[in-house]
């Protein structure tokens, strides 16, 4: 007689995790931000050097000094954070005990900090003034603060779960 598929699998270590539909959509979620915000990246990484490599003046003059930092901090940071992201997601699937409001303010925020600090970033370098980046770079501090708050709420979801 066939046996009906637990709603639980087997972890690696051989112990039991849960895989309910909404720890499964959130980690999905997670593996699927990181791993496009990962390759988008990427890509302006290899963009950065083009301009680099074909001496592109709008990049590397120096008057243009500030837009090449924060183009490169934008690169830098949303490289990271979506490396973060897939932590998140592993981290999301190894506690599944962890509330769903603590994990899902945790997941808002650290999604709101991938879109937000390299978009500053990227933003401040579009139109810089007088050597101070732009306007853009008002997204910073609100997604550096999503950034504390989801990582504390994920380690504070670590503690207890």
């Not at 909404?22 to 890509?43: D, M, P, Q, Y």
């Amino acid at each position: 007689m066939k046996q009906k598929p637990s709603k639980q699998s087997e972890a690696p270590s051989g112990g039991k995790m849960a895989s309910s539909g909404s720890l499964n959509v959130l980690v999905r979620k997670h593996l699927r931000i990181g791993w496009s915000a990962l390759l988008l990246f990427l890509t302006l990484g290899i963009v950065l050097e083009s301009l680099h490599g074909f001496k592109v003046g709008y990049y590397l003059d120096v008057s243009n000094q500030t837009r090449r930092f924060m183009w490169t901090l934008a690169h830098v940071h949303g490289t990271l954070l979506a490396l973060v992201n897939l932590a998140f997601a592993m981290t999301v699937h190894l506690l599944p005990g962890w509330s769903v409001k603590e994990k899902g303010l945790a997941s808002t925020c650290l999604l709101g900090a991938t879109i937000l600090m390299p978009a500053g970033f990227f933003l401040g370098g579009v139109f810089i003034y007088g050597g101070d980046p732009g306007l853009g770079i008002f997204l910073l501090p609100v997604g550096a603060v999503m950034l504390l708050v989801a990582v504390f709420k994920t380690a504070a979801g670590i503690k207890k779960g």
